[in-house]
């Protein structure tokens, strides 16, 4: 499920972010934070990331999705090819 121990331990701050916010928006409609295996319309896509853009812990969320590589839906109000290209671009930076 994580690929290194780092993966690890940001799922935990995740989760206990998560804990202290309560419910948080993809939960209560999954499907469009996976628009490649579910079929939500574009429109849903597009609510769902304003959504992750209000959400308390987007951050913890983006982090999570980072250091874990994920290579599916949409975490931190961001889809795979963007984290895709916002890690390669940290990496040419450092
Ligand atoms: S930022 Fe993450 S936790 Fe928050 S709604 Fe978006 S996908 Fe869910």
Same mark, same amino acid.
């Given at each position: 499920?994580?690929?290194?121990?780092?993966?690890?331990?940001?799922?935990?701050?995740?989760?206990?972010?998560?804990?202290?916010?309560?419910?948080?928006?993809?939960?209560?409609?999954?499907?469009?934070?996976?628009?490649?295996?579910?079929?939500?319309?574009?429109?849903?896509?597009?609510? #769902?990331?304003? !959504?992750? %853009?209000?959400?308390?812990? +987007?951050?913890?969320? $983006?982090?999570?999705?980072? =250091?874990?590589?994920? #290579?599916?839906? !949409?975490? %931190?109000?961001?889809?795979? +090819?963007?984290?895709? $290209?916002?890690?390669?671009? =940290?990496?040419?930076? #450092?």
């Amino acid at each position: 499920m994580f690929i290194n121990r780092r993966a690890a331990e940001s799922y935990r701050r995740l989760m206990d972010a998560k804990d202290q916010v309560g419910e948080v928006s993809c939960q209560s409609y999954p499907d469009a934070w996976f628009p490649e295996r579910e079929h939500a319309s574009d429109s849903e896509v597009r609510m #769902a990331k304003e !959504l992750c %853009g209000k959400c308390p812990i +987007r951050q913890q969320c $983006l982090e999570f999705a980072l =250091t874990n590589e994920e #290579a599916h839906g !949409l975490w %931190g109000g961001m889809h795979a +090819r963007d984290r895709l $290209l916002l890690l390669r671009k =940290t990496q040419q930076v #450092a």
